[in-house]
Every structure is written in C-alpha cells, then in structure tokens.
C-alpha cells in the first residue's frame, strides 16, 4: 500500500513560482510511475505530467510544457512539481498520484493542495 500527501501549494501572483511535492510512503514508491492531475472548480479533472519510474522520461500537457518541471528523487520517496511563469488559469487543485493509466486513473491518489493564481 502507498500513501500519498502533497504539500507546497498556496497563493500566489501570476508570474509567480511553486513547487509542490508529493511525499510517499512505502516500500515500492521507485516501481511507480508517478504523475500531476489538477482540478479547477467546475472542471473535470486534468493531466498535468508524469515521469517514469527511474526519471528519465517525462510527459506534459500542452498547457504547461515548458513552464512546468517534474521530477522525482526515489531516494527521499518524494515527486516535485516545479511551476513557473504561473497563469490565473493554473488555479486548481492538485493532485499526484501513483501508477497512472492512459485513461486518467491510478493506483493511489493524495489528498490534493491548493495553488490559487491571482491576476
């Protein structure tokens, strides 16, 4: 069983920066393909990014390609999210998640964090 609790998210201004992170719990949190789904109030869920397991491979939705960074050190059990050049359009809920599939499901999910982007 994984356990999953993000943490990092909060106000900020357009233009502005955040780093979220997801911390794990487990023994098999480096097995795992891990991603970032987000959720704006009104909106259906969202892809964010994903990295593979070893970190190497990395995929992003247009959206945020280029302003947005994942990475993952299996060492500390934890996955990051480095957003940059943040939008009001980011505003939404956050999620990281555990093994997720082509269709938008997954293993394990946490809890979520808030990032609210003021215009």
């Known amino acids: 069983q994984v356990q999953l609790v993000e943490s990092g998210g909060g106000l900020v201004q357009a233009g502005g920066s955040l780093r979220l992170s997801c911390a794990a719990s487990g023994r098999t949190f480096s097995n795992y393909v891990m991603g970032w789904f987000r959720q704006a109030p009104g909106k259906e869920r969202e892809f964010v990014a994903r990295?593979?397991?070893?970190?190497?491979?990395?995929y992003y939705a247009d959206s945020v390609k280029g302003r947005f960074t994942i990475s993952r050190n299996n060492t500390k059990n934890t996955v990051y999210l480095q957003m940059n050049s943040l939008k009001p359009e980011d505003t939404a809920v956050y999620y990281c998640a555990a093994n997720p599939t082509n269709a938008g499901t997954a293993d394990y999910w946490g809890q979520g964090t808030q990032v609210t982007v003021s215009s």
């Open positions: 990295i593979s397991w070893s970190g190497i491979s990395t």
